[in-house]
Nanobody, 114 residues
């Protein structure tokens, strides 16, 4: 059974940092990543990383967020620096298998106060 468990969300002041973690179990994933859903908006891509380490970022987070993964631990991380109020959202872990099927975590709230 595939499970994705996020941790690390919380409340932080603008300019601060948070680190999200997502521990996956039950399978091997080719692509892992983070998406977010701001209040009243649609879910959007934040960053993805392949098993080989290739990364992709949304323009809005480039230079501030860093995605990484530990394949041995089947875990993906998102280091978020210089946080802005507009980064406030529920952040979801995403994982895709070689077969193309996609899995989601339950989400973790990140709130950035001004």
């Amino acid at each position: 059974q595939v499970q994705l468990v996020e941790s690390g969300g919380g409340l932080v002041q603008a300019g601060g940092s948070l680190r999200l973690s997502c521990a996956a179990s039950g399978s091997i994933f080719t692509i892992m990543g983070w998406y977010r859903q701001p209040p009243g908006k649609q879910r959007e891509l934040v960053a993805t990383i392949t098993r080989g380490g290739s990364t992709n970022y949304a323009d809005s987070v480039k230079g501030r967020f860093t995605i990484s993964r530990d394949n041995a631990k089947n875990t993906v991380y998102l280091q978020m620096n210089s946080l802005k109020p507009e980064d406030t959202a529920v952040y979801y872990c995403n994982a895709q298998r070689v077969f193309g099927d996609v899995f989601w975590g339950r989400g973790t709230q990140v709130t950035v106060s001004s």
